[in-house]
């Protein structure tokens, strides 16, 4: 069993930056893919960007490449999330989550946080 908790979200103009954080206990955190996925206002929730427990592949979403970064720490057990240049359309309740590979769909994944609220204003 693993638990997520994400922190970093906020309030944050067009073109800022935000850092989100996801702290993870519970299983041996460095054997598992580790994801984040977003949900925008009365939208389905849609992949983000996706790292493998190495760190050796990384996939991002179309609409993030070249603006977010996902990183990961296998002695702290975090995986992050920079997302520079954010604009409205970013605007999302934003999970990670935990799984036995790297993947970009969300039933590769059986551990999710709860989620943090992104908000970008124009």
């Known amino acids: 069993q693993a638990q997520l908790v994400e922190s970093g979200g906020g309030l944050v103009q067009a073109g800022g930056s935000l850092r989100l954080s996801c702290a993870v206990s519970g299983r041996t955190f460095s054997w598992y893919g580790m994801g984040w996925f977003r949900q925008p206002p009365g939208k389905e929730r849609e992949f983000v960007a996706a790292i493998r427990w190495s760190g050796s592949s990384i996939y991002y979403a179309d609409s993030v490449k070249g603006r977010f970064t996902i990183s990961r720490d296998n002695v702290k057990n975090m995986v992050y999330l920079q997302m520079n240049s954010l604009k409205p359309e970013d605007t999302a309740v934003y999970f990670c989550?935990?799984?036995?590979?790297?993947?970009?769909?969300?039933?590769?994944?059986?551990?999710w946080g709860q989620g943090t609220q992104v908000t970008v204003s124009s």
């Open positions: 989550a935990q799984g036995p590979r790297v993947g970009v769909r969300e039933d590769e994944y059986n551990y």
